[in-house]
């Protein structure tokens, strides 16, 4: 068995790196989500952060729970954005868990591979450390035909299919596009679904992604099944039962484990794996189980023997066995758990919203390594040994749960007109007219009334997020800023000195291991990064250094600044010129701002020709990439050069 | 003509990384920042004096194109000389106490590749948790969010885009140009990391790295910029640091402030600075050995009523531990409301007001990993429910990395515990 982990499903292929994914799952918490995201991306959070590149996107269920009662915080997980829910998600719980990624040799051009990941996992640490899970993931390359015609089209088409359900799924959350909204935090993402809806083959290929939208994970299973012969056993298990009957006899088998039995012929022989503290409608029945043909058996962890992991996969495997070996069968897993809403009813039938995917289990393979790498033990179970509990936090039933909290805003946008910078304000639908709010931005207060355009801000203010409160000072969101640059929630650092903003500036390719080491300190450091912007909390006082030491040496400091950014420039290798305009546009504009750059006005050093001339800026640059060059290069003019 | 599926299936191991269990902290980190850089400013996590030589020589090195023509993330540079020293200390075999990643190196003795940089740099190789992660805070010359500055080594907030000062730049030429053999560490330094061997057994070179071994040099850079720099910080940890070298061991916190009280106002103001922490860091441990009360009460239950729960002896002994801290903390926050920190304020509050039942489940709320509020007002099990008859403050450790004093000592000592170690890695003399 592989040693492979959870967050290695999103490790990038060799060469490549992280670009943008979707993270779909009931829950997730926010250490999980930061090392997923960091090790998709390779980058630190305070990277992230300072680049506000949105480069996840994560999908909940919509409803509120102890655990959890509002969407994350943009500066949780730099570069991961929560999806707000919209009244749509009321209906069903969302309980597929699956990441969609993209991955190129840069980070924000186009893809060089798509992968697909299905698990039965949520993003949690009790998922990734303290359960045992399976996942299941595909990699397909992207790019011109020949490339795609390489693919496996099975593949193609569980990628494709996958978007699909995607699409359908976020159809029940807010996700807003640049063209029919005029906010683009989410564009990366609708990208990245259009991406893997291209590499669709042609029509009559069988995906193995299932999903029950519109119909139960069981129906999708006996589908798969349909035709084969010879099948004679049964392995499954889940962490999660159908409960146990209110009344009646509770030793009668239970009926998602009879619709299983009924997929093959009688005498087959039945496994059944169960977690003993979540044993539902299994702990009355464990006894009289051989009756029906099962055996009902205790997970095993195979890395854990003290302190075992407790068991949340979900899984069937049926096939046809032979003096000890699988020759050929079905391996379903997925986010279904064995139970009514989870496998025997679809969304349609008021079941949950899950997925999963139906391979073919190829052999011949001893049985018994099939068992162990499901984590089937053999070690039998009787009643006594199992509470009728079920897992309820596994799979909570959300019929009268209210939806989480969403903000009141659905994004800002930071504008600039003649009279100076606003903010461009997008209010959710549905607010009570006149309904006032505080929108605080650093530490200056605004009392607006829901509906409000705009908030005009300082002179040179750059905001990353906002706050928002309800009037009465209490349910405060943070809402993220998009720039012109179409990044989102970026809080570049502000620099003490000279140095240190042409160290950020040509900080740049960020190294290969500055995720698993970069900000070892921050992650430990920033948790609370909100409380910063609370008004009580006293100002940054942004250290002006860098505006003395341009004051004091502006022609051999502007020389220095050319100087070190045309070599750094000339040493960019062409298929990282999407990444380095996307930083320079960033760090350009927040390490040397209008009001540290008096000194340069007026002393006659041509910054315009230096920076446009075909030797200093980048070679190769491609004609998109020149027009943002160009945009950059005049913003800074007009930083330097505006009074 | 297609490939056959790139698709695979896998049973998942268990990851890695810090458990969320170590954030038992109920919502009070920024105030346990607060009062940490209250008791020691500027020194982060930073117990000796090499912690800061490897990782400013990372950032110098990073600047200087190694035997290969190739240039390194200064986190990379640091973390290979990191564990370059511990692994050459290891094969030495002497003087062993500051050495981490003695596990990895044990699995790697018979492979002579895990030697290199590249195989050096990695985890697997050497350690997740590093002695260069926690140098970024004491590196730092200018405060942030409201957080003093460190000892000013180094300009920039990330590792990665640090920029030498010139007192950081003087550290790490005192420990590169130090002489081991026919070439000085930065000669061997710079061959390694372009690809180059080092010398197995090189006592002289073992030695210029060990975490044990800063030079004079170094010791008096270093104590230069933890006392002798004229701010109140630094003034601050003047006073502790000349008080804690004299003992072998650490002394006690009564011990501490009593001397100190013995001072000018300064250092009287310092005293009280150092009650007040202790007594949040009190009401703290209180009230996380009350959730290990509660989760041994719940042995048995998934969920229990809150009454119930308060009524049982232990849980009842703790609830009034708990108020005890929370009083304490109060009478002291009082003398000086400006010291105090608004989080240890708001939860001392609560513990006052709050009747027992109410307590347990505001202290479910705070926590909600190993107990939770439940759905029906009652406390239920979290989703990392452990029994804890003795609050474990900062969970299992996950593998041989880095610890300090700090986290030894046993109890919180809001950096004491770190500042007294660097003090005796200085020497009484530097600190005069």
Redesign the interface.
Known sequence: MSARTLLDAVTPPPGLNGQVGLFLAMSATRPVLEQIVKRFTGLGRDRRAALGLPVGYLALDAHATEQRGELLSPLAVPGLLELAPTDRARHGLLHAKLALLAFGRSRVGPPAGLRLVVTTANWTDRSARHQLELAWLVDVPFGSRRILAAADPVDRADVAAAAAFVRRVLDRYDVPSTQRDGLAYADRLHELLDRCAEIAPSRGTRPRFVHSLDGPLLGALEAALRGKRGLNCVACGSGSFEPAPRRGRRDLEPRVLKALSALVPEDASKIVTVERSAAGALAGWADRAGEDGWSVREPRDPVRRRNPRALHAKFVLIGHARRGRVLRGILYLGSGNLTFRGFRWGLPQHGNIECGVILPFGGPRRFDDALESLYVSGKEVSSRDLAPDSAAEDEPDVKSAPLIETPPLRGVRLREDEVGPFLELNWRPGLKAGERFRVLVGDRVEEIEAGAERVRLPEDASPGVVRVERGNGIEPWTIAVETHAHRVAARPATPASFDEAMATLLDFPAPADDGADEDEEADREEVEEPDRLAPSAPTPVAPRALRDDIAKYPLQKAMEFLDALGAHQARVPPYLLDDWVQHLDVMLDSQFRSPDLLAWRGVGVPFRRALLAPGFRPLALAPAQLRRYRSIVERFIRAVEEP | ????????????????????RR?LDLGL??AL?HFTDLVVPGV?RIWFVRQLSWAVAGLKLSTEPGGNGRR??A??CA?GIEALACKLAYENGAQLGRVIGKRAFARDEANPETRSFQAL?R?EHYVV??Y??????ALT??G???RPAGLGLA?????????LTPAGDELACAFLDFHAGRSNVREHLLRWIGGGAIPARSPGLCRALHPQTPSAAERKLVAHRLVHVDTPDARKRAALARLLVRHPELPSVSGIVSALRRGDAERRRHADEIDLAFAFGAMLEKAQRLIGAVTVAMERS?SVDAAVLARRAAVRDGLAALRQAALEYARLELADPSRGH?TAHGFAQRVEALADPGLLLFLASRD?KVV????SGEI?RG??FTTMPLVDLEGEADDDGASDPETNAGGRQFGLANLHALARDLGAERLG
């Not at chain 2, 260069?132 to 805070?137: H, N, Q, Y």
């Open positions: 003509m297609p490939t056959s599926s790139a698709s695979t299936w896998y049973a998942a191991a268990p990851s890695e990384g810090r458990s969320e954030s980190r920024p920042r982060g390194h993330s986190s990379s973390l740099i985890r948790n590093s260069r992660a926690r140098t970024v805070r010359s200018t942030s969010g409201g300009h920039g907030p990330r590792f990665s885009g640090m920029v998934v608004a909600g939770r509020r439940g759905d239920a989703a990392l």
